[in-house]
């Protein structure tokens, strides 16, 4: 048994482990990521349990993406760094930092953990890495009232409005859990664009869209409130509801609160918004995550339904492949 020890960073975090990895190296299961990193660090909770799925990469699939990142750091001179931004759905760093760059010489991997809108954060682009790999979708949409629309609600503690403020009046802060509002996805999708072409302008760019989602795996409140969004019937009431509860972040009546919801049309709409957002930027490459994970519900936990890692090295070999094409 082997230990090869690194240090990463993942949603603000810092962590050195051991990770231990089978003398032979024939697959990756679920087991080694739990053996990196401990349940009680809660930076790579979240990632150990959108690894409950254990998926088993082939010694042939692992050792061709070797190669195909070995061509593509041969071509900047023998030596390559990739900035990958976002949050738990970049789980594919986790993947080429253990299978790929621990065999790939003059490759490195660096994590950045985000949670937020991309450009609200400051990111060490000196020197510029040779690409970034970067994208937010999750983690500005909600599930009303199972996930609060308010911007930035938690669950426990921090104050996300004054207490006798209108939208809160009456609501139990103690209970609220909810994501950032970024604006018009639109607008931080292009915003982000301009940060990343004038801050590090010699880097390669590559947005990576928002996973598709599988709310049939959805359990308990979740569950409960998903039926009633994709229920008709109870749709205008749904958003007549959200829309009182945040009333700030809808303000825009071409805003539409349905449409930032956890569910596959959402993150559709994600998709495309990008694909359009990006088109006066030609520099800016996409790395379509959702095409890659649409229809995979086997492919995530049966209680997930956002992630899915067994799909990293596909989204992998997708990013190797977009860092050496023209276009």
Known sequence: MSFVYFTITFLGLTSSHALRLASSESFVTKTHYEDAFPLEDPAMAAYIRASAVNYNVSPET??????????????????????????????????????????????????TGNKGCVQDQLYNLNPPPTAILYGVGLHVLHLHPAQSCLDGAKMKGGVVAPPDSEQLRGTDQSKLKGNKDCGMYNDMVREAAEY??????????????????????????????????????????????????????????????????????????????????????????????????????DKTDTEDGRHYVGLDPEVARALVNLLMSEK
């Open 62 to 111: 692992v050792k061709e993406i070797q190669e195909l990142f070995t061509t593509f750091v041969k071509k900047n001179g023998g030596k390559a760094s990739i900035l990958v931004i976002g949050d738990s759905t970049m789980s594919v760093a986790f993947f080429l930092e253990k299978w790929i760059a621990k065999k790939v010489e003059g490759l490195d991997i660096q994590l």
């Open 196 to 297: 990343f072409a004038k801050e590090a302008p010699s880097s390669q760019l590559i947005w990576k869209t928002t996973n598709s989602v599988c709310s049939d795996a959805f359990k308990g409140a979740f569950k409960e409130e998903i039926q009633k969004w994709h229920d008709q019937s109870r749709r205008q009431e749904m958003e007549e509801t959200c829309r009182a509860a945040c009333p700030a972040r809808y303000a825009r009546e071409d805003r539409v609160c349905g449409d930032e919801i956890y569910d596959r049309h959402s993150t559709e709409l994600q998709r495309n918004t990008t694909y359009d957002a990006l088109k006066p930027f030609p520099n800016v490459k996409i790395l379509d995550a959702f095409k890659i994970t649409d229809n995979q519900c």
